[in-house]
Protein backbone atom coordinates (compact mmCIF):
# COMPACT_ATOMS: atom_id res chain seq x y z
CA UNK A 1 0.00 0.00 0.00
CA UNK A 2 1.59 3.17 -0.84
CA UNK A 3 1.82 6.14 1.45
CA UNK A 4 -0.92 8.05 0.01
CA UNK A 5 -3.81 4.81 0.02
CA UNK A 6 -2.22 4.25 4.07
CA UNK A 7 -2.94 7.90 4.81
CA UNK A 8 -6.30 7.70 3.31
CA UNK A 9 -7.24 3.88 4.53
CA UNK A 10 -5.98 5.82 8.28
CA UNK A 11 -8.23 8.63 8.19
CA UNK A 12 -11.46 6.53 7.18
CA UNK A 13 -10.53 4.22 10.26
CA UNK A 14 -10.21 7.53 12.15
CA UNK A 15 -14.13 7.98 10.73
CA UNK A 16 -15.25 5.52 11.76
CA UNK A 17 -13.97 5.19 15.43
CA UNK A 18 -15.06 9.00 15.65
CA UNK A 19 -18.34 8.19 14.47
CA UNK A 20 -18.47 5.30 16.78
CA UNK A 21 -17.56 7.66 19.94
CA UNK A 22 -20.38 10.01 19.31
CA UNK A 23 -18.67 12.35 17.09
CA UNK A 24 -20.31 14.50 14.22
CA UNK A 25 -17.83 14.56 10.95
CA UNK A 26 -17.67 18.44 9.82
CA UNK A 27 -15.06 18.51 7.60
CA UNK A 28 -12.14 16.61 6.18
CA UNK A 29 -8.33 17.41 4.66
CA UNK A 30 -9.28 21.46 5.31
CA UNK A 31 -6.87 22.75 3.56
CA UNK A 32 -4.85 25.60 3.28
CA UNK A 33 -1.63 26.74 1.18
CA UNK A 34 0.53 26.49 4.15
CA UNK A 35 -1.06 23.25 5.92
CA UNK A 36 -3.88 20.49 6.29
CA UNK A 37 -5.82 19.11 8.95
CA UNK A 38 -6.95 15.74 8.01
CA UNK A 39 -10.97 15.51 9.90
CA UNK A 40 -12.84 18.38 12.02
CA UNK A 41 -15.21 16.84 14.19
CA UNK A 42 -17.72 18.02 16.76
CA UNK A 43 -17.53 15.81 20.10
CA UNK A 44 -21.13 15.84 21.20
CA UNK A 45 -20.28 14.83 24.58
CA UNK A 46 -17.56 17.84 25.48
CA UNK A 47 -19.87 19.99 23.17
CA UNK A 48 -16.24 21.08 21.26
CA UNK A 49 -15.09 21.38 17.89
CA UNK A 50 -12.38 19.12 17.73
CA UNK A 51 -9.29 19.40 15.22
CA UNK A 52 -7.28 15.70 14.62
CA UNK A 53 -4.66 14.87 12.99
CA UNK A 54 -4.64 11.08 11.73
CA UNK A 55 -0.78 9.81 11.40
CA UNK A 56 -0.76 5.70 10.17
CA UNK A 57 2.01 3.73 9.53
CA UNK A 58 2.70 0.17 8.56
CA UNK A 59 4.88 -1.57 10.78
CA UNK A 60 5.48 -3.80 7.81
CA UNK A 61 7.42 -1.82 5.96
CA UNK A 62 8.49 0.61 8.99
CA UNK A 63 10.79 -0.69 11.67
CA UNK A 64 11.02 1.80 14.54
CA UNK A 65 9.20 4.68 13.69
CA UNK A 66 5.65 5.63 15.82
CA UNK A 67 3.23 7.53 14.45
CA UNK A 68 3.31 9.89 17.44
CA UNK A 69 6.98 10.84 16.05
CA UNK A 70 5.32 12.29 12.73
CA UNK A 71 3.89 15.55 14.73
CA UNK A 72 7.22 17.08 14.69
CA UNK A 73 7.44 20.95 15.68
CA UNK A 74 7.37 21.95 12.23
CA UNK A 75 3.69 19.71 11.82
CA UNK A 76 2.42 21.63 15.06
CA UNK A 77 3.41 24.90 13.63
CA UNK A 78 1.67 24.45 10.77
CA UNK A 79 -1.91 22.49 12.12
CA UNK A 80 -1.82 25.77 14.45
CA UNK A 81 -2.14 27.73 11.08
CA UNK A 82 -4.86 25.93 9.99
CA UNK A 83 -7.09 25.68 12.89
CA UNK A 84 -6.63 29.22 13.53
CA UNK A 85 -8.16 29.91 9.69
CA UNK A 86 -10.53 27.10 9.93
CA UNK A 87 -12.03 28.86 13.19
CA UNK A 88 -11.38 32.36 12.09
CA UNK A 89 -13.59 31.74 8.55
CA UNK A 90 -16.58 29.64 10.26
CA UNK A 91 -17.01 32.14 13.32
CA UNK A 92 -15.85 29.82 16.21
CA UNK A 93 -13.11 31.90 17.77
CA UNK A 94 -15.31 32.34 20.99
CA UNK A 95 -16.85 28.68 20.92
CA UNK A 96 -15.24 25.58 22.65
CA UNK A 97 -12.39 23.61 20.52
CA UNK A 98 -9.89 21.33 21.08
CA UNK A 99 -6.71 19.44 18.81
CA UNK A 100 -6.63 15.70 18.92
CA UNK A 101 -4.21 13.24 17.61
CA UNK A 102 -5.08 9.66 16.21
CA UNK A 103 -2.13 7.56 15.92
CA UNK A 104 -3.06 3.92 14.05
CA UNK A 105 -0.54 0.96 13.23
CA UNK A 106 -0.95 -1.57 11.08
CA UNK A 107 0.89 -5.03 13.07
CA UNK A 108 2.02 -7.99 11.68
CA UNK A 109 -1.10 -10.67 11.10
CA UNK A 110 -3.55 -8.30 13.41
CA UNK A 111 -6.89 -7.98 11.67
CA UNK A 112 -7.64 -4.67 13.24
CA UNK A 113 -5.19 -1.94 13.83
CA UNK A 114 -3.41 -0.46 16.53
CA UNK A 115 -5.56 2.70 16.59
CA UNK A 116 -4.64 5.20 19.88
CA UNK A 117 -6.28 8.40 20.51
CA UNK A 118 -4.76 11.17 22.12
CA UNK A 119 -7.73 13.50 23.32
CA UNK A 120 -6.38 17.74 24.42
CA UNK A 121 -2.75 17.69 22.62
CA UNK A 122 -1.86 20.65 24.12
CA UNK A 123 -0.59 23.47 21.30
CA UNK A 124 0.96 26.65 22.37
CA UNK A 125 -0.50 29.72 21.01
Known sequence: ????????????????????????????N?????????IVAFDGQSKETVFLEVKT??????ASLLPEEELTPEKMLKLKRVILSFLSQYHLEDKPWRFDFLAIE?????LEPDLRHYK????EF
Open 120 to 123: DVYL
Open 57 to 62: INRLNT
Open 30 to 38: YRKKWGEID
Open 106 to 110: IQNNA
Open 1 to 28: MNHLRLGSWGEEIGIKYLQAHNYQIISR
